[in-house]
């Protein structure tokens, strides 16, 4: 530990108490390696304070002594954007004492959580009150409201309901000189100028450590229908999408998955079964839910799945019969980035293009990459109505992950990305861009969206204090130059 880390830590220690400062190794260890294990830091310790207030003070102490700051959740990121530097050069500051969910009001439609908060409890105490927080995810009883203000996390309900920009309306945080930014007033209009809560959606701890947010809380569901459908290609999916949303506005997620992935989680997935009897190479699960519960979704969805049937959009389907079914549906599609991690070293990629293209962008991208490095298998999951699928590349059968991560997967990365950038996309569609797209945002974003990031950084965090090394470098590089 430096002196300065170490006066730190004693700082932290006389404003928050000794529970407050983690220095066992042993303690700090699981929380140096993301969740997909591509990423190992180091900090010689952990802070986490359990107000806002003690919060403040560290971080001004932080900065009067120069010590850099990783701001963490739930550490759930998907691009290694919680994970410390590796030269130890950072504390890691938590937030899991700071977890109250301070208030939910029914008749305001609104919760006010704490960063700390794991998504489960806030959906939890949601329902307690007979509201509910639209927004989910598979990595939900770990990720915080913090980690998902901060990466604007989307999920499986985005197609209704929005990301987190959508679904928060205030945020209380404290930025790098210490700082209290007090924006959980829930304003219907406010116009004094930048939107502060907007720019910390997203900033990916690099402008500030959220403390915490109020959410939009919508009714509770009362009544939902689920179906796990076969059909032939993305774009029959989208065209059956488009149909759903033109008779119905109840449809709350649709996702996609090709046979093969199916076929991985059905293989690594203790338990999983396939929810249709025949192969298929492309399936749909779709969920419509509302809050009347004397709207007959099931018998909606039944007709317009039998129609497109008739029509030769759809080759087999299953209504969820019983709520266990159709829980039985969302596990496996919550499963499938873990048994896509079981199937062997393979390079991820959260992409977006606008809904129209990602049917051709899942073809051609396919084939295009497939037919670069030849035995590879790239196919996309995901979020089909938000033009958003997780991309994968799957080394060849037999390859090390050594030699697929050393050899091939950068340059497999690039081409994906270049074909989203062809089309107008997105490198990085909901996780963020962390440590692991820092070098491809720098490569493919225009000069005046590099400079306007960098610009934003600076003025918040003139000495790079807040999660350095993430989202945005300060070093010029060749499209500022
Ligand atoms: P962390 O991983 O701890 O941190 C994430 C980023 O936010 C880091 O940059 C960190 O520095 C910063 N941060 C954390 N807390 C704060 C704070 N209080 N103030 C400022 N900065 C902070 N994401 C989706 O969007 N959609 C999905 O469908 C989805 N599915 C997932 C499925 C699985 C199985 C897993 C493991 C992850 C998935 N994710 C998904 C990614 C992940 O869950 C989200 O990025 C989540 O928002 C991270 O929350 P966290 O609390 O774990 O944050």
Known sequence: MTPAQTQLTETA???????????????????????????????????????????????????DLGVALVPQGGNTSMVGGATPPGDGSALILSTRRLRAIRNIDADARQAVAEAGAILADVHAAASDAGMRFPLTLGARGSATIGGLVSTNAGGTQVLRFGTMRRLVTGVEAVLPDGSVHDGLSPLKKDNR????????????????????????????????????????????????????????????SFEILPGSTLALAVAHVPGARAPLAGAHAWHVLIEMAGSDATARLDAML?????????????????????EAQADAFWRLRDSLSAAERAGGPASQHDISVPVDAMPRFMIEA???????????HASGFGHLGDGNIHFHVRAPAGMSAERWYGDHAARATRMVHDLVVAMGGSISAEHGIGQMKVDELTRTASPARLAALRAIK??????????????????PDRAST
Do not use: C
């Open 193 to 252: 100028g930048y939107d502060l809560t907007q720019l910390l959606i997203g900033a990916e701890g690099t402008l500030g450590i959220v403390t915490a947010a109020a959410l939009s809380l919508v009714p509770a569901i009362a009544t939902r229908a689920v179906a796990w459908a076969g059909v032939g290609s993305p774009s029959d999916a989208l065209a059956l999408l488009r149909r759903m949303q033109a008779a119905t506005d109840t449809v709350e």
């Open 302 to 322: 039944e007709t317009l799945l039998g129609d497109a049937m008739s029509d030769g959009l759809v080759a087999d389907a299953a209504i969820a019969a019983s």
């Open 366 to 376: 396919a084939a295009a990459i497939e037919a670069a490095f030849p035995g590879t």
């Open 13 to 63: 220690r006389r404003i928050a108490g000794p529970r407050a400062v983690t220095t066992d190794p042993a303690d700090i260890e699981p929380w140096l390696t993301d969740w997909r294990g591509r990423f190992h830091g180091a900090a010689p310790a952990i802070l986490s304070p359990d107000t806002t207030q003690a919060t403040a003070e560290i971080v001004r102490a932080a900065r």
């Open 458 to 475: 600076t003025a918040f965090d003139p000495h790079g204090l807040f999660n350095p090394g993430k989202l945005v470098t300060l070093a």
